[in-house]
């Protein structure tokens, strides 16, 4: 998946910008405390998109 359609599915579940590294790019959910690392690369695949879900603690993407 592409990673801007992942940072738009996770802002509209309510995720929060942290910061921006020099790979990665960190998110956190305020309702409940959890926090997730996105990687800097175009395309994201599902396995790595479905476990910063999990690591946010909200529902998984469902993909096509």
């Known amino acids: 998946m ?4 992942l940072i738009r599915y ?3 579940k309510g995720c929060i910008f942290e910061h ?3 790979k990665h790019t960190l998110f956190y959910n305020p ?3 959890r926090s ?3 990687p800097r690369h ?3 695949n599902t396995f790595t998109a479905k ?3 999990k690591d946010l ?3 998984v993407i469902r993909l096509k």
Do not use: D, S
């Open 2 to 5: 592409k990673r801007k359609g």
């Open 10 to 12: 996770l802002t509209e």
């Open 20 to 22: 921006e590294g020099k």
């Open 31 to 33: 309702q409940n405390g």
């Open 36 to 38: 997730a690392t996105v």
């Open 42 to 44: 175009n395309e994201i």
């Open 51 to 53: 476990g910063i879900c």
């Open 57 to 59: 603690g909200i529902e």
